[in-house]
């Protein structure tokens, strides 16, 4: 029922930061349990960052430290702040957003795609060296 659009990707360098924003229409966020996934080439999408409905999140390994999500529910918008940015960072980034999940979640359930009702289009992240 929700409608996503993500937007903010483009190209940056070692180093610099990027804001990922992922726009939601329908049902609003705070219904929806949301994730971010990334997809390289040549590679299977992965799980990055996820937040559920209590405002918890999670996140893979390789961008603790580095990357932040967030909702802002006024605007109805997910948010991934992305910095010190590497080029294994390249990826088509997708949102996604599920309401099968419990006010608390957990990282087994978001970090699995078949979690995930509705995916936006995705955004392009390049990062050079």
């Known amino acids: 029922q929700v409608q996503l659009v993500e937007s903010g990707g483009g190209l940056v360098q070692a180093g610099g930061s990027l804001r990922l924003s992922c726009a939601a229409s329908g049902r609003t966020l705070r219904d929806n349990a949301m994730g971010w996934f990334r997809q390289a080439p040549g590679k299977e999408r992965e799980f990055v960052a996820a937040?559920?409905?209590?405002?918890?999140?999670f996140y893979a390994d390789s961008v603790k430290d580095r990357f932040i999500i967030s909702r802002d529910k006024a605007k109805n918008t997910m948010v991934l702040e992305m910095n010190s940015l590497k080029p294994d960072d390249t990826a088509v980034y997708y949102c996604g957003a599920t309401p099968r999940t419990a006010y608390y979640a957990t990282l087994r359930y978001l970090a699995a795609q078949s979690s995930y009702d509705t995916w936006g289009q995705g955004t392009q992240v390049t990062v050079s060296s």
């Open positions: 937040i559920d409905r209590s405002g918890g999140t």
